[in-house]
């Protein structure tokens, strides 16, 4: 199975093999759980001070004919500080109290990371991979794609590689309040893959919805966001030669 390689000013180079991965079987259910898995070690871990609020001298007194109980006085029965001579002072200790606990705290043994394995990872990039050429051919770009450094001039080639026009400043606007009715969200339509790290990766990402990495640092988020496969993947041609290799030391990040 063999793909056009056109150069960065749109012009048809000849044809190249394509690696076997793009003919591994398309499993959606394998892609979904390992972009969960993604995911999940994005989360930021939260907990709570186990004594917040419990470091006081409030005590309950809640049985019938106890000293300082409260009942038939007009109070409320709830934890209340120990004073001296016997008294009572401020309620603590209870949520509903000042400085009294959380109401609903997080749980610190809840389990955040969904754990996937090695091989299984590859899979699923495989399997994506496959998914992003299941409706067209693969697009391939020149080895010149690599060595653009400048955002105008990596739009520009885009453009022609993929014979579409991109609209970087088209942004669909957050509903909401006025102060934040300003974020803009950017489709994510185009992937450019490069071989090695160069300044086309970060003249590739200032184009709004457009995201860029290199051959060994692909992921099933890149190639899969949300668990949808991209519609549309640039492949440089010395990131397409070392593909299955890649691959096959990929791990999940």
């Given at each position: 199975m063999d793909a056009q390689v056109i150069s960065i000013d749109g012009k048809k180079m000849g044809s190249t093999a394509l690696p076997n991965v793009f003919s591994e079987r398309i499993r959606p259910e394998l892609i979904r759980r390992a972009v969960d898995a993604e995911n999940s070690r994005r989360l930021q871990p939260q907990g709570h001070y186990p004594l917040a609020g419990m470091q006081t001298t409030a005590t309950y007194y809640g049985a019938m004919h106890s000293?300082?109980?409260?009942r038939h006085m007009g109070v409320a029965i709830r934890p209340r500080e120990k004073l001296g001579g016997g008294a009572q002072g401020k309620v603590r200790r209870i949520p509903s109290s000042v400085t009294g606990k959380r109401a609903h705290p997080h749980v610190i043994e809840k389990r955040l990371i969904e754990n996937i394995n090695k091989k299984e990872y590859r899979l699923a990039v495989a399997s994506a991979i496959a998914a992003t050429a299941q409706n067209r051919s693969p697009i391939v770009a020149s080895k010149e794609i690599d060595n653009i450094a400048k955002t105008k001039?990596?739009?520009?080639?885009?453009?022609?590689?993929?014979?579409?026009?991109l609209e970087p400043n088209k942004a669909k606007l957050r509903k909401g309040l006025r102060r934040s009715s300003r974020?803009?969200?950017?489709?994510?339509?185009?992937?450019?893959?490069?071989?090695q790290p160069s300044a086309a990766t970060r003249s590739a990402k200032n184009i709004a919805g457009v995201d860029a990495c290199t051959i060994n640092n692909l992921s099933v988020g890149l190639l899969a966001p949300g668990g949808s496969p991209r519609k549309m993947v640039i492949w440089s041609e010395s990131a397409l030669k070392s593909l299955d290799g890649a691959i096959e030391k990929l791990e999940i990040r």
């Open positions: 000293y300082r109980t409260g001039d990596m739009l520009h080639a885009i453009e022609l590689v993929c014979g579409a026009k974020r803009r969200i950017y489709k994510k339509s185009v992937l450019v893959v490069i071989g």
